[in-house]
């Protein structure tokens, strides 16, 4: 297989994104995981640039050992010198210079003519060669750059020594297609292009940046730069991640090995995000929150059965740990018996199915249901006891407003099978409700504690309703969660009142 090495740039045009900056400690830090994830080549930062880039690009060169680090610098003497000050100290010293090439940027920006521009080229290179044993030249521009023009300077600056050949698409205006031609093109036509590695270099302004990167491999490209996450100035560079990972993944048609080491992806992702502040887009491939999450049923039940009906990347392989299937509004019942059964629920396929329906009911009205949610939902259905007719809820509501008395009326499914409408009024709401609720049973029952507490956290979080009635000479407890307290307090009191019931039949019975 064909070694391909990857160049990652996360700390210099990773850094380059508005709103980055990282300090030398955070700079050294991303280096040594970079190093760990197995990078070829760390893009340190730009010496010239600031006596903070110089300081961090200078420790991270006297500690990372087992990556080559690099520094950028313009086709300037003074910017090569820093360089060299900043990198003398590597095992492999290795400089990173670039000239832009495409007409725009030569006439505007530089303000050089193309013969100028490659008389500054070779002569950088060439003062390059000094000091650092290798050179890596980029034609900035280089996809909007002529493309006979292109093939002059690579000529030139392969001669002046330069070891690496970079052929940005600076602004990412190019399609999979050209930017493969492109390099295809380059390789046949540059003199020496088998004795200097060429190097793709792409941002992601249209979107395209993770096939442009692929296409340059297809054809012929040795190297790739990018960054983790994808940073990187405007809409950013190709995410590293996404190009090792997809080329492991579709490695039959690739045939090409990276060196990098895929488990140390998702650490080093979150390393990055973190100290730079970038949060990763939820559903951004390989990293993203929701990469390998699976929300609806049909998924969810093919998941269960095998993996592979709808994952083609393990979340293992990137140093992912297991992800739970997630239980919302479009889940079915496998991955609700999973969970249930995970958390060590045994539940009869009748008390699952009423579960069921309660959490499907409960995901409608709740944006993300938590592991407290699904216990107390599963407990609820645990605890019942089955063949004993009980009261049934149907409706509650509750009038209430500071200048009038608080009036409920439920509807209740009673034991005997009949609708039963029920109002009362109460000093408040639920008070009214508990007066609401008496008047189901024959004589009163007294409320001896009564407390709401939420369960979960944020403004969604389901509220519990715990009771305490005196009834009939006995003392039961009941409870409810909903997502309303005065639901889930009506609720408490009808499974005080049902649990009295179970009780009186399991004492009219016994074994
Ligand atoms: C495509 C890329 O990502 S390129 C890298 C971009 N990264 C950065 O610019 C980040 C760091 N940059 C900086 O801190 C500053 O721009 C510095 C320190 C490098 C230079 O600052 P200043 O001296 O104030 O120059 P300024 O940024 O205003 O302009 C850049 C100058 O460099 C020149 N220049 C641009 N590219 C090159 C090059 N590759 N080789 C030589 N000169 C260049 C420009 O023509 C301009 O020259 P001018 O001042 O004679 O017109
Ligand atoms: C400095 C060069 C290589 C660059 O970042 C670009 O052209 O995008
Ligand atoms: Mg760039």
Known sequence: MRKIDIFDTTLRDGEQSAGINLNTAEKIEIAKQLERLGVTIIEAGFPASSPGDFDAVHRIAGTVKNSIVTGLARCIQKDIDATWEAIKVAQQPHIHIFLATSPIHMEYKLKKSPEQVVEQAVEAVKYAKKFFPLVQWSAEDAFRSDREFLVRIMNEVVAAGATTINVPDTVGYASPQEYGALFKFLLENVKGADNVKFSAHCHDDLGMATANTIAAIENGAAQVEGTINGIGERAGNVALEEIAVALHIRKDIYQVQTGIQLQEIKRTSQLVSKLTNVVIQPNKAIVGRNAFAHESGIHQDGVLKNPETYEIISPALIGEGEIPLVLGKHSGRAAFRDRAETMGFHLSDEKLNKAFVEFKKLADRKKEITEEDLLTLLTE????????????????????????????????????????????????????????????????????????????????????????????????????????????????????????LIQASLRAHPV
Do not use: C, W
């Open 381 to 500: 259905q645990q605890i019942q006891v089955e063949d004993v007719p009980l009261f049934d809820l149907k409706m509650v509501q509750v009038q209430y407003g500071t200048e009038n008395i608080p009036t409920a009326t439920a509807i209740v499914l009673t034991p005997e099978g009949l609708e039963k409408t029920v109002v009362a009024t109460g000093s408040g709401s639920v008070e009214a409700i508990f007066n609401t609720l008496e008047q189901l049973v024959p004589g009163a029952v007294h409320v001896i504690d009564y407390r709401v507490t939420s369960v979960g956290k944020g403004r969604d979080a389901l509220g519990e309703a715990v009771i305490n009635i005196r009834y009939d000479e006995v003392s039961t407890t009941g409870r409810n969660s909903s997502q309303d307290v005065l639901e889930a307090s009506a609720k408490a009191y009808l499974n005080a009142i049902n649990r009295h």
